[in-house]
């Protein structure tokens, strides 16, 4: 994995363990919540992948989300894990966001196969950029967690070769899915934001009110860095942005 433009030595929370930083009550109940999003977002991707198998053109493709599917199953398993190790209960830490990733899911339904492996690509690497982010202001055990559950499954190369290939076979598919793409980032960006205003603790670690989190001035650098590696995704699509 590339290390981030913004990586910086860890001082702070980033620099103690989950025992150390766990004593800070308000700074453990953003980590529950920090958890409990990313699980129910694995749990979602797994189902989306399911799903998103039956459109599969070929046997082969079939088989390549089908495996996807499981990886994020036991991304999945790791935070359900983690959260009873620290004494959350998995779905009451899962529960409050349920609803806006379902929100999302149905607003961006796919059409057909081709939507569907651009929205796990740009949707889920949005949502994958936000949480290596987030990451960095992290203790040590909780950071070491999200960075490996955030690994890749191969749905991106997956997904570039078969939309370049598309593309090649007929031009005219780029326009449609560049517009989709679009829509699918502004309907992300949107959910991300009522998901933080709507969990005090969250948003105040995001703010800087937890030590070591962001100030406002760095939460508007980290969404310019976000747009920026979207724009890159696009490219590599070969979709303007």
């Known amino acids: 994995m590339e290390t981030p433009d913004n990586a910086t030595e860890h001082t702070g929370i980033a620099a103690q363990d989950w025992a150390t930083a766990s004593a800070d009550q308000q700074y453990r109940a953003a980590v529950v919540d920090l958890l409990g999003a990313l699980a129910y977002g694995e749990l979602a991707a797994f189902e989306r992948l399911a799903e998103d198998a039956k459109l599969a053109p070929t046997l082969g493709d079939k088989a390549e989300l089908a495996k996807m599917a499981s990886a994020e199953f036991h991304h999945f398993e790791q935070l359900r894990d983690q959260l009873t190790a620290i004494e959350a209960e998995p779905t009451a830490a899962m529960e409050p966001f349920a609803q806006a990733l379902d929100d999302f899911h149905r607003q961006t339904a796919p059409s057909d196969w081709l939507e569907g492996l651009v929205k796990a690509y740009v949707g889920d690497s949005i949502a994958s950029d936000f949480y290596r982010e ?107 942005a």
């Open 134 to 240: 987030v990451a960095a202001r992290l203790d040590s055990d909780t950071r070491a967690l999200v960075l490996a559950v955030l690994d890749d499954t191969g749905h991106g190369n997956f997904a570039v070769e078969k939309v370049r290939a598309a593309i090649e076979a007929d031009p005219r598919v780029g326009g449609r899915l560049a517009l989709w793409a679009r829509r699918l980032m502004g309907e992300a960006l949107s959910q991300a934001q009522r998901v933080v205003a709507e969990r005090d603790a969250l948003s105040t670690m995001l703010v800087g009110g937890v030590a070591g989190g962001f100030d406002l001035a760095e939460v508007g650098r980290m969404f310019s860095r976000i747009t920026e590696a979207h724009t890159k995704r696009m490219a590599a699509l070969g979709l303007a």
